[in-house]
């Protein structure tokens, strides 16, 4: 067996195949050298491939998720810049700011003493303001045009029985407003901070009616309104924004707060408060928003 191995290694040595069948042969040889390095090296590329496109990913949603946090932080009623104080205006025509020292003072027209005061402070300066002065009432205001944190001051000046403190964030400052009431009406003081409006920075508007307390009382008034007539026992309001259907909906508003209704005839209602100390007779006739009031418990 071994001489006809040898014979047959013999013959393939001697075997010389033509000169066509040579290049084919190195042409496949060589294809083949070229394809193997590839092959193992885009097997080694898929997994890193995978790798880098998830990272990718991930990079990109964490920005988006970065800048709806950003954006999601800032109020939605105005951009994040910072508020000039002195440039601002609202609907109450009649009242006017004069620079003083350290800010603004306002006045009304016709009246020679100020009505208020606009500065801007900081936040120190705001909690030693609310900690040191008597405040009787602490409110966040809802829906104003600006966040607005309000307290009313008890003073008991000839001339000033109430003031207003209205304070609203700008970047790490706060702008300061007060209002003396009675120099300026509760109805007078809201229609001010509720139409609100600096420069560069744009307010919120709400579409649907605001309500306030006046004073320390617990009766619901519409914001918005002009007062007409204003006597102890007697206040005559203009309601621009008034009709048929915002006057229903503001009597079960006041319902709604905790008053009970005693008699009602078509648009006159009188209703008394949750304790039972201040009665009020309420009417609207199309133009005018009319309240009448009796405390009968009062000691005369």
């Known amino acids: 067996m071994s001489k006809h191995f040898d014979d ?15 290049d084919q042969l190195k042409q496949r040889i060589l294809q083949t050298i070229h394809e193997e390095p590839v092959k193992k090296s885009l097997g080694f590329l898929l997994p890193l491939r995978g790798i880098v496109t998830t990272c990718l990913l991930v990079l990109i949603c964490g920005s988006f998720l970065w800048l709806i946090l950003q954006q999601s932080g800032e109020p939605q009623t105005a951009s994040n810049s910072s508020i000039d104080y002195e440039k601002f205006s609202w609907e109450l025509e009649d009242v006017y700011s004069k620079k003083a020292d350290g800010g603004l003072e306002l006045f009304q027209e016709k009246q020679s003493v100020p009505v208020g005061t606009v500065k801007e402070v900081t936040e120190e300066e705001m909690k030693t303001i609310t900690a040191q002065l008597p405040m009787y009432v602490e409110k966040k205001l809802e829906h104003f045009p600006y966040p607005t944190s309000m307290f009313i001051e008890h003073v008991k000046m000839i001339d000033t029985a109430l003031r207003y403190h209205f304070f609203i964030p700008n970047k790490e400052k706060w702008i300061y407003f007060t209002f003396d009431y009675p120099k300026l009406e509760y109805a007078e003081i809201f229609h001010a901070m509720s139409t609100l409006a600096f420069e560069g920075k744009k307010p919120y508007s709400h ?10 009382g617990s009766m619901l008034f519409p914001v918005g309104l002009k007062p007409y007539s204003i006597t102890s026992y007697k206040e005559i309001y203009y309601w621009d924004e008034g009709s048929d259907k915002a006057y229903s909906k503001y009597i079960e508003s006041i319902l709604s707060s905790g008053w009970k209704k005693m008699a009602s005839d078509g648009k006159r209602h009188t209703l008394v408060s949750v304790d039972g100390n201040v009665e009020i007779m309420v009417w609207w006739d199309g133009k005018y928003l009319t309240y009448e009031f009796d405390y009968p418990n009062r000691e005369e």
């Open 207 to 216: 579409d649907e009616q605001l309500y306030v307390n006046h004073g320390y």
């Open 8 to 22: 047959k290694w013999k013959h393939l040595q001697q075997f010389q195949p033509p000169s066509h069948e040579k």
